[in-house]
């Protein structure tokens, strides 16, 4: 099946520590998507990438680090400097040409304990 | 940035009833979106409309780009068209599109 994999569906975080959130799609998209949604709220931008070796910061990208070494691959870190990532998190694909249309994958819940 | 306006911002209906939520956007937008995240937070794309009418079963949306807005028509409601309802677009060569606050909608049965 094509799509977008973000693993694991639930994440706990302690204090002090780095997580690390997966996202793997199969769609052949050159651009993906880090978004954060807290209870009740919209999408908020974390970091972005169009292309492989490349990204960029987006709206809220203080406490998070990514990287984009494989097209199909754009990993997210929650850092230790994150001091409220209690959230949902969602990656996105996109595609691009005639049609630029953006796909999401199911999500990861990250609480801390 | 643009601003996107969804309204209404909540909707309560009974199952059966028919219902219209809209979008407007302070500047023209291409690639304009319609996604129905579900209770367990997966987005689902429902249309890819910059511009016109398109339908899928008791789904149908229509974008007036001339007038900024897009409105998502849901027919004879379902439990299980409960969620929230987004919209997204962006401008010009922006790769970064811009979502509204969400629809959130309940349908009981």
């Known amino acids: 099946d094509g799509g977008i994999t973000q693993s694991p569906k639930y994440l706990f975080r302690k204090e002090g520590q780095n997580v690390t959130l997966s996202c793997e799609q199969n769609?052949?998209?050159?651009?993906m998507y880090w978004y954060r949604q807290d209870p009740g709220q919209g999408l908020r931008l974390i970091y972005y990438?169009?292309?492989?070796?490349?990204?960029q910061k987006g709206d809220i990208a203080e406490g998070y680090s990514v990287s984009r070494e494989k097209k199909e691959s754009f990993p997210l870190t929650v850092t230790s400097a994150q001091k409220n990532p209690t959230a949902f998190y969602l990656c996105?694909?996109?595609?691009?040409?005639?049609?630029?249309?953006?796909?999401f994958g199911a999500g990861t819940r990250l609480s801390v304990l | 940035g643009i601003q996107v306006e969804q309204s209404p911002p909540d909707l309560i209906l009974q199952e059966g009833a028919n219902s219209t939520l809209r979008c407007n956007f302070s500047?023209?937008?291409?690639?304009l979106q319609w996604f129905h995240q579900n209770p367990w937070g997966q987005l689902i794309n429902l249309f890819y409309?910059?511009?016109g009418t398109k339908q899928n079963g008791r789904l149908s949306a229509t974008t007036v780009a001339t007038e900024r807005y897009s409105l998502l028509y849901i027919s004879s409601s379902q439990t299980t068209d409960s969620g929230v309802y987004f919209c997204?677009?962006?401008?010009?060569?922006?790769?970064?599109?811009?979502f509204g606050r969400g629809t959130s909608l309940i349908v009981h049965p």
């Open positions: 409309i910059p511009s």
């Open positions: 990438s169009q292309i492989v070796n490349d990204f």
């Open positions: 997204a677009g962006n401008t010009g060569g922006s790769y970064i599109p811009t």
């Open positions: 500047d023209s937008v291409n690639n």
């Open positions: 769609l052949n998209h050159d651009a």
């Open positions: 996105a694909s996109r595609s691009t040409g005639r049609r630029d249309i953006q796909y």
